[in-house]
């Protein structure tokens, strides 16, 4: 099974990935001749607080990301009462432990959108994504591993 | 806000969608479309027919599930 361990500091456990239009929307960007967006890359914390996956504006913008999907949100700033927010379909990578470990690699996911650049992350890693993964989080070594 | 139309298309025929829960919804202005197993595949359907054009694809579900993401300090616009 692929892996990768991670050691982390004060921040959490925050990864580099890689972020980048669906594979169908990319198809259409193709067939449409519009400019076709490089992957970004990305700090994301991995979040078992997080049901879904989060990007932030900024990110969605940079490939040229519109909405195909709505979801209701609850957040600490929600009191209570869930709002509908905008949802991408985007593709995820979060490279192996070695050039030669093949990536965490989503090809179509259904991401939310939120600010969380001022956090100094630019994505949350669900449980969505993680649903498919094994987490082991070793907080007396600052480690967490990541099998998929 | 983007895909109201389609959001409110897809709340109007949600009852004539009893029986699909979990399976997901591709609407396109006031037309539902199609119905599909996975999300992926009501997404390829949306990109294939309207290229880049606005289109909405949804779960259902009969209770909407709600996103809780616990680390938000802004609130969603």
Redesign the interface.
Same mark, same amino acid.
Do not use: D, N, S
């Given at each position: 099974m692929p892996h990768f361990t991670l050691q982390f500091g004060a921040e959490g456990p925050v990864v580099t990935a890689m972020i980048g239009p669906s594979g169908p929307r990319l198809l259409a960007l193709v067939a449409a001749k519009r400019p076709v967006p490089t992957m970004v890359q990305i700090r994301a914390l991995i979040d078992t607080g997080a049901t879904c996956t989060c990007v932030d504006p900024s990110v969605l913008k940079q490939i040229g990301s519109t909405p195909t999907g709505k979801a209701l949100v609850h957040t600490p700033t929600t009191a209570g009462v869930p709002q509908q927010v905008d949802q991408h379909d985007i593709s995820l990578a979060i490279p192996g432990a070695t050039p030669s470990t093949p990536p965490l690699a989503v090809p179509t996911l259904a991401v939310t959108e939120h600010v969380l650049a001022v956090q100094g992350i630019q994505a949350l890693i669900g449980r969505d994504v993680l649903s498919a993964c094994l987490l082991t989080y070793n907080g007396s070594m600052n480690l967490v591993t990541l099998c998929y | 806000?983007? *895909?109201e139309k389609e +959001?409110e298309t897809f709340k109007a025929k949600l009852p004539e969608l009893n029986g699909q829960e979990g399976k997901f919804a591709l609407v396109h202005g006031d037309q539902l479309v199609d119905v599909f197993g996975t %999300? #992926?595949d009501a /997404?390829?359907e949306? %990109?294939?027919l309207f290229? +880049?054009d @606005?289109? *909405?694809?949804?779960q259902i579900q009969a209770t #909407?599930?709600?996103?809780? /993401?616990?680390? *938000? +300090?802004?609130? @969603?616009?």
């Open positions: - | 806000m983007a *895909l +959001l %999300y #992926e /997404i390829k949306g %990109y294939k290229q +880049l @606005p289109f *909405l694809v949804k #909407e599930q709600v996103q809780f /993401i616990t680390r *938000l +300090l802004v609130a @969603p616009q």
